[in-house]
């Protein structure tokens, strides 16, 4: 498939720019029905977030690519998520028992890969990388999803940050989360040495190509002592309620510039405390479109989702 490339101009952690979205054939169908917000309901969406990251439009995150129609995680997956239009490319990391990071959202090989027993199944931080490229990272999305499978996704390898940086750096938007960090030291120097070494810190306030998240706060704090200038998202986990998340905005806001909780919490109480401690709201995963609706009538800022196509056309 073709891989557009983004406009340098594109702002969406901040300024406010419509979605221009080009729907494959093979997903169509999918979003006949959705129905644009009216202009009331697109003013109130548009709404600004206070602080020092502002943003007027909300924003698609394309949930480890586009990841309801290609396996999550791979160069399919991020090359559809593009082509729909998502604003920025999500990545999971892993650190390998050798140091690199690579691309999983699982600690465990298991669910996503296929291979020698030996090299794929089992904890990512007790390979080395020599082991995960002889793993098949694809085949499984064939097995459950045959309606979807695709002969070429049965050669898609695990991909390293590296690869994806070299690949989509310069015309893509990353959101990088720093997962299990405490089991893995050095995984916020070694991103932020791949950051530099692909000039993707920001050289402006104004420079949003980067966001990091994670459930770690002390991941977050780390990455801004080592490097203030990128934005950081602090996670919640699904099982929080919007009344617990919202007793701990002043701490997140003393180390974070937005928080990312499971949707099914975002109310207007924790949008409005969110927005007052200057936080943006990005919630996830939303793939329904009465869901998405809700959530932009609301005033998030953004959200993840699985189908950047459908969180496209009722944006667009």
């Known amino acids: 498939m073709p891989i557009v490339t983004l406009r340098a101009t594109r702002q969406p952690w901040r300024a406010g720019q419509s979605i221009t979205l080009a729907v494959p054939l093979m997903v169509a169908a999918l979003v006949v029905g959705c129905t644009p917000l009216d202009a009331a309901s697109r003013d109130h969406a548009n709404r600004n977030s206070t602080g020092p990251m502002t943003n007027r439009s909300v924003i698609s995150i394309a949930h480890r690519g586009a990841s309801a129609y290609a396996p999550e995680h791979t160069f399919a997956s991020w090359d559809l998520a ?26 465990t090989l298991d669910r996503t890969a296929r291979g020698p027993t030996n090299d794929c199944t089992g904890a ?10 002889r793993c098949n990272a694809g085949a499984w999305f064939n097995e459950e999803h045959p309606e979807r ?23 893509a938007r990353f959101y990088i989360e720093t997962k299990n960090p405490e089991d893995a030291p050095g995984m916020e120097e070694e991103l932020l040495r791949l950051l530099h070494a692909f000039d993707l810190v920001p050289s402006s306030p104004d420079d949003d190509t980067v966001i990091l998240q994670s459930f770690s706060p002390g991941s977050l704090r780390k990455l801004r002592d080592l490097e203030p200038s990128l934005p950081r998202v602090q996670l919640a986990p699904w099982r929080e309620t919007s009344a617990s998340i919202r007793s701990q905005l002043s701490d997140v806001a003393a180390y974070a510039n937005g928080l990312g909780p499971h949707y099914s919490d975002v109310n207007q109480a924790l949008l409005d405390d969110a927005h007052q ?26 959200m993840f989702t699985n189908v950047p196509d459908v969180l496209g056309a009722m944006l667009r």
């Open 149 to 171: 499978a695709q002969p070429e996704f049965a050669e898609l390898t695990i991909p390293t940050l590296e690869s994806v940086f070299e690949r989509y750096a310069g015309r």
């Open 277 to 302: 401690r200057g936080l943006v709201v990005h919630p996830y995963t939303v793939d329904e479109p009465e869901e998405m609706r809700r959530l932009i009538e609301l005033g998030v800022d953004g």
């Open 124 to 133: 990512v931080i007790e390979k080395d990388l020599a082991q995960l490229e």
């Open 82 to 107: 593009l082509e729909m239009n998502a604003d920025y490319l999500e990545q999971d990391l892993q650190m390998t028992a050798d140091g690199v990071l690579v691309v999983m959202h699982d600690d």
